[in-house]
Structures are given as C-alpha cells and as structure tokens.
Nanobody, 126 residues
Framework: EVQLQASGGGLVPAGGSNRLSCVTS????????IGWFRQVRGGMYEGLAC????????YYADSVKGRFTVISDNAKNTVHLQMNRLKPEDTADYFC???????????????????WGRGTLVTVSS
C-alpha cells in the first residue's frame, strides 16, 4: 500500500526555522518525485517545492525560494522540507505528495500528484 506520512508541524516564531519530514512506503521511490504543498485560503493547494528522487533536481516556488530547501534521504525513504526565516503568512497545513512517474521534471501542479499524505500544521507567530 502506498503511504506518505508528513510530520514536524508546530508553533514557530517569526524568523525561526522548522523541518518537516515525509516518510514514504509502498512504492519504488526513485521512479517518482515528491512535492510539498500547503493549503491556502479557498482550499487551493500551493506547490512549494519538489524533488525528483532519481537525480535530485528540484523546483521551488518564488514564495519560498531562498528560504525553504527540499532534501531527500533515499536510504530512509524520507523527504524533508527545511523551512528557514519563517513568516506569519507561511502558516498553513503542509502536505507531501507523490508525483506520477514519467512526467519529466517536477513542478507545482497538484494535479500531477497521485498520492497524498495527511497534512501537518505549521503556525508561525508574529
């Protein structure tokens, strides 16, 4: 069974850092990419970052570029999202998701992802 489990959310002061983790199981990870999303107002998903597990290439949205880093630990089937210089507007539920194979380099389109983990809430206090 394909599973993704995100964890690491919590309360963080503005300007602080936090690391989220996404543990995956039930599939051959190097055929896929893993993306990180957050749910924004209106229920839409904002694609933040992703990593192609085979070659390590990454994508970052402009809203997080330079502050967030996606890191893959293939030996542990885990993908981390290191978040630095957090802002109150980063407050959201954060999700990790598996991208369908064969779609080339990963990006922020949530429709390209077929398996999702549960969200983990990050609250950034001002």
């Amino acid at each position: 069974e394909v599973q993704l489990q995100a964890s690491g959310g919590g309360l963080v002061p503005a300007g602080g850092s936090n690391r989220l983790s996404c543990v995956t199981s039930g599939f051959t990870s190097n055929e896929h990419a893993i993306g990180w999303f957050r749910q924004v107002r209106g229920g839409m998903y904002e694609g933040l970052a992703c990593i192609n597990l085979k070659d390590g290439t990454t994508y970052y949205a402009d809203s997080v570029k330079g502050r967030f880093t996606v890191i893959s630990d293939n030996a542990k089937n885990t993908v981390h999202l290191q978040m630095n210089r957090l802002k109150p507007e980063d407050t959201a539920d954060y999700f990790c998701a598996r991208r369908r194979p064969g779609w080339g380099k990963c990006g922020p389109n949530n429709l390209e992802y077929d398996r999702w983990g549960r969200g983990t809430l990050v609250t950034v206090s001002s």
